[in-house]
DNA sequence: TTTTAATATTGCAATATTACGATAATAAAA
DNA sequence: TTTTATTATCGTAATATTGCAATATTAAAA
């Protein structure tokens, strides 16, 4: 059907998937990483760095944006695409403790 | 076209999409919770647990292996899944290391 | 050997995702 | 004001994912 059944899943549950599905594409992992290198992370710049069509890139770049991982900063024409470090470290937080709850009782 | 284009990205970032694209589905997250919390962590009771059918179920424990997250250890007719802790760690380590290597120069 | 129980696979319908051309919106520059 | 540059949105084609009924496979039990 490909429609996910969130509704038989906990709020904790959907949220960490959904956070997994923005990381989910190499694109966006890329993007991230240039962005995080970068100065001035121009989104021009992205599209170029990137190699996909600038439409492309505006989309993956408003699914990093749905989860607040990046901030867009209007300078003209221009815009500044930043990393929000507060997010991030949530997020690293949040998947850690995912990690760290999971214990190991069978085999 | 719904086709990632992995070849202009490099074998990292694909390796990195991989993990999250797996761990993208509330119900692989409520799979490895269950199982992790459980001594026997056999597929009918996860059937019965999650709320899925058979096959779905059976679908995403396949998706959880394809990354080797989890083992399924053959015990007569049933199967006794387990999480994979060498990888476990080994994964945990790797988003780390994404996590911390991005640095924020800009912004 | 036949039956039963547990799990995997196949096939398919419905929805989601990816990618991009065309175009709109926005703001600086001419 | 018109042009130009930059980014966002829309529409659409192609492929992927999700979920399940039907069926196959496997191994213990009868």
Redesign the interface.
């Known amino acids: 059907m490909g429609l996910?059944?969130?509704q038989?899943?906990d709020e904790r549950?959907?949220e960490?998937?959904?956070i997994?599905?923005v990381?989910?594409?190499?694109?966006?992992?890329?993007i991230?990483?240039y962005?995080?290198?970068?100065?001035?992370?121009i989104c021009n710049d992205i599209v170029e760095e990137?190699?996909?069509a600038q439409p492309t890139i505006s989309q993956h770049l408003k699914e990093l944006k749905s989860i607040d991982l990046i901030?867009g900063?209007i300078e003209g024409k221009k815009v500044?695409y930043?990393?929000n470090?507060n997010k991030?470290k949530e997020?690293?937080t949040l998947?850690?403790s995912?990690?760290d709850k999971?214990?190991?009782?069978?085999?």
Chains 1, 2 share one sequence.
């Open positions: 996910t059944k969130t038989i899943f549950q959907n960490l998937a959904i997994f599905k990381l989910a594409h190499p694109a966006r992992i890329a991230l990483q962005i995080s290198s970068q100065k001035a992370c990137i190699g996909l901030i900063e500044c930043c990393i470090l991030w997020i690293q998947l850690n995912f990690f999971t214990k190991f009782n069978c085999c």
